[in-house]
């Protein structure tokens, strides 16, 4: 070979070389490049990992139990004494019979007061004159003994309501607001007197007299850090009206509407306002032009030793407790 050919092998093998070369040094730099990103992924999980553990969540407990001391506080209303349906009340005295609650606070309207004591009605509304004043006090004393009788440990409290007072009021017109006559009549015909209220040891709340240091809310009471009432009126969403009037726990009937509505304040107090329902027969009342929306039911208070409580509304639909679905054993 001569020196010519040789000089032009070594020519044209110089770039083969170096391309050879750059191709090693760039497999090279792809296996160190796949290499770092498998690192990078393993480096990020070990941080993802690290994150994660300093936000595990703790390990299930045992379910809290009833507090040794705590005990049962029920709320009702609105019996409507003839009016009281019949499936919604055997349900609640079943619950009653179960619960055994220490206290129980009717909220009102133990009877009806339909017919000639409901001096509001119109000629053409007959609703509240199908039943006598008679069935009503008959049917308050049935519902009482029954009470008694499945709860007969329990403290309870009754509420006048603006119904049970329609007797003082027509007693006050039927003797030209003559105090003396007005009052005999009342202490003869009121369904605080003709139910035995006093006999049964049922403390009863008049409407016009203030109770628990509460001068603004007539007819009220307090029991531990609660207040129960049957207020003067109602509005379309009134537990919220409730809560911002009262300013504390309050639970109040005459709505006939099941409701509930937390609130707090600036300094960190909360509280609630709830209505449980009613236990009467729901339907349409003289002075209701939009849709009602009754609701069946009452309300319980799981209490402290301390008085502090959580309370729940329990419905009633259709004769139906929903207790067993929220309390078992």
């Not at 507090?67 to 349900?91: E, I, N, Q």
């Not at 202490?187 to 139910?195: E, I, N, R």
Request: hydrophobic share 35%; charged share 20%; net charge positive.
């Amino acid at each position: 070979m001569t020196d010519a050919n040789m000089r032009n092998k070594a020519n044209n093998t110089a770039p083969e070389n170096k391309i050879q070369s750059l191709e090693r040094r760039l497999e090279e730099t792809k296996r160190k490049q796949r290499a770092a990103e498998m690192v990078a992924q393993e480096l990020k999980q070990l941080y993802d990992d690290a994150i994660v553990s300093r936000y595990q969540l703790p390990k299930q407990g045992k379910p809290r139990t009833k507090k040794r001391g705590s005990f049962y506080r029920v709320a009702f209303g609105d019996t409507h004494g003839a009016s009281l349906d019949p499936k919604a009340w055997k349900a609640f005295v079943g619950d009653m019979q179960r619960l055994q609650p220490m206290q129980l606070i009717h909220l009102g309207d133990i009877v009806d007061c339909g017919g000639w004591l409901a001096q509001h009605q119109t000629m053409g509304y007959l609703a509240e004159v199908e039943t006598s004043y008679a069935d009503d006090i008959n049917a308050a004393n049935q519902m009482l003994d029954q009470l008694q009788a499945v709860c007969p440990k329990a403290e309870i409290h009754a509420i006048e309501g603006n119904h049970d007072m329609r007797v003082e009021k027509w007693c006050i017109s039927q003797t030209l607001r003559h105090n003396l006559d007005a009052e005999y009549l009342t202490k003869l015909l009121s369904p605080q007197a003709l139910t035995h209220l006093n006999k049964r040891g049922i403390k009863y709340y008049k409407r016009n007299e203030c109770h628990s240091g509460l001068k603004n809310n007539s007819g009220s009471f307090v029991i531990g850090n609660c207040a129960f009432t049957h207020p003067q009126r109602a509005s379309k969403h009134h537990a919220s009206r409730m809560a911002s009037d009262w300013g504390m726990n309050v639970v109040y009937g005459h709505t006939h509407r099941r409701d509930y509505y937390p609130a707090s304040d600036a300094r960190g107090r909360s509280w609630a306002a709830w209505s449980p329902g009613c236990l009467c027969v729901t339907r349409k009342y003289w002075h209701h032009t939009e849709n009602f929306q009754h609701n069946q039911g009452y309300h319980l208070q799981i209490v402290q030793p301390n008085e502090q409580f959580l309370g729940i509304n329990i419905p009633i639909i259709d004769g139906v407790s929903y207790l067993s679905d929220l309390i078992s054993g």
